[in-house]
């Protein structure tokens, strides 16, 4: 095609674009923009939400790495009776293990940790869980979870994303999607990560910002990763000698190019541009305002603990995703690494826990007395559990444990959830489920129907295949721990 032939046919193409409909500009800033406040009427497209939510947010505690469930939440009082012992045959069944632990004889290693009923509830509470403990009438303890995947990366891509394979949407990008925006000054989906752990700090993992990004989802909806030091969101404030009025100047001339760009070309992208500008624009008042914690009373600081006062800690991530909540976020996402104990995990593991302990433990307590609570869902959980059998040494107060996808524990609070229950039930070994399985598709299923989505309805065409978050495997809701 000639230059001149090209030129008359891009002529066309925009001549048809202002013309047909007002613009496919205006068509897709239709599409794409839902009304703040209005939580509960659907995104054009989307037909969510599909039945009454229970509730409206989410918090979701990762434990990046796998904590060992037998040691936290899995009870296993007679283990201790087989130390050393090795596995018997009829229950590994020729279970596919790591590279770590491949062709290595298989020896019990029963928890050091004791272990006792608490709340009304009577749930066994390891006793690295003190403060958790004290709410457990609060939660919901799943032992029966299970996955697909054996190794870090793909487990968490797996359950954050509801796909073992990277590229595909987080659930909280689709939930911004499903669902529509609560507030107008901040994002629908932040995510906070510890800049520091206590336990192992070696054998540490990456965390991709995939695991919270849009994939094929519009990228307005992926999560934005607030930073532990300085501007919370990089380039925040504005350099020095530019005024607020100039910056205002400024995004209204680079919003006016960009408006007349879309009417040439219609591409929704260039709306998502226009509109993450202006929230950036409204995010340096907003963020500032949530993240000074300056007006917190003192006994809500010490209710989080004392690693509060220490910028990128878990106790303070916490702390500021009440106030996320309370600033109708929708869904926040914090990370927690240092939960990989292949080796030494009597010592390291309680500090991992020290660190997530009295923070979980104070938010729920925190939600709950502002009335928060009811209508906010939490979610404590990792990628995958942790063997019986030991990996490297083995003596009754030193092991370590290889990832182990069969079984593991995870737990969740609020949004419509019952408290001080457990669900499902694992082996004397903790090593295969027994009763009511949980996949993390269910998981993720019942997370999206507490915010009043039908899992298999919310979908989103690419790649010729309407997309899910629960994928294309069947998924469940856990119908038995609703309230």
């Known amino acids: 095609m000639n230059p001149i032939q090209l030129a008359q046919q891009q002529q066309c193409r ?33 037909g969510a939400p599909h039945h009454v939510a229970k509730a409206k947010r989410v918090i979701f ?12 939440f899995d009870y296993k009082p007679d283990l201790h009776k087989q130390f050393k012992e090795p596995l018997p045959p009829s229950v590994s069944m020729g279970q596919r293990v790591t590279a770590m632990t491949r062709g290595k004889e298989q020896l019990i290693a029963p928890s050091t940790f004791n272990f006792r009923r608490r709340g009304e509830s009577g749930i066994h509470m390891s006793e690295l869980l003190p403060h958790l403990s004290s709410v457990v009438d609060d939660i919901c303890i799943i032992k029966s979870m299970h996955t697909d995947a054996i190794n870090h990366d793909p487990g968490k891509t797996l359950i954050c994303t509801g796909s073992e394979i990277p590229g595909k949407a987080s659930l909280g990008a689709w939930l911004s999607y499903g669902l529509g925006r609560m507030n107008r000054n901040l994002p629908d989906f932040i995510v906070l990560s510890s800049a520091f752990w206590s336990g192992d700090r070696q054998n540490v993992q990456a965390l991709y910002s995939r695991l919270w990004g849009s994939g094929f989802l519009p990228s307005k909806h992926q999560g934005v990763a607030f930073q532990p030091a300085g501007d919370p969101v990089l380039f925040l404030s504005n350099p020095t000698g530019v005024s607020q009025q100039s910056r205002r100047t400024m995004l209204d001339l680079t919003s006016s190019l960009n408006r007349q760009h879309m009417d040439e070309i219609g591409d929704p992208e260039i709306q998502t541009t226009i509109a993450q500008q202006e929230m950036a624009f409204r995010m340096q ?9 300056s007006q917190e009373p003192t006994h809500i600081l010490e209710l989080y603990g004392p690693e509060v006062h220490k910028s990128g800690s878990f106790a303070r991530n916490c ?4 106030r996320m909540i309370e600033r109708d976020v929708r869904f926040v996402q914090l990370f927690h690494r240092g939960w990989d104990h292949h080796v030494g995990l009597p010592r390291k593991l309680p500090l ?8 979980s433990a104070a938010l729920l307590a925190d ?11 939490v979610v404590f959980g990792g990628e995958f559990g942790r063997t019986t059998y030991c990996q490297g040494r083995l003596t009754r107060t030193d092991y370590g444990r290889d990832h182990h996808p069969r079984c593991f524990s995870a737990w969740m609070a609020g949004g419509g959830i019952k408290g001080g229950i457990t669900h499902g039930e694992t082996d004397d070994f903790s090593y295969n489920i027994v009763a009511d399985p949980v996949h993390v598709r269910d998981l993720n299923a019942t997370i999206l129907h507490q915010l009043g989505i039908d899992h298999e309805r919310l979908t989103f065409p690419y790649l ?20």
Not at 319 to 322: Q, S, T
Not at 367 to 377: A, I, S, V, W, Y
């Open 285 to 293: 008042a907003s963020v500032p305002e949530l993240t000074d914690l």
């Open 367 to 377: 939600l709950k007395q502002r009335g928060l609570l009811d209508d906010t869902l």
């Open 61 to 72: 505690l990762f434990m990046a790495g796998a904590p060992s469930q037998m040691d936290l």
């Open 319 to 322: 702390l500021l995703a009440r």
């Open 464 to 483: 010729g295949l309407d997309q899910r978050v629960t994928g294309v495997e069947e998924a469940h809701v856990v119908k038995d721990i609703l309230a």
């Open 352 to 359: 991992q826990a020290y660190d997530v302990d009295q923070p």
């Open 14 to 46: 925009r001549q048809f674009l202002r013309g047909s409909a007002m613009g496919l500009g205006a068509a897709a800033l239709n599409t794409l923009l839902s009304d703040v406040g209005q939580a509960a009427a659907a995104v054009p497209g989307t």
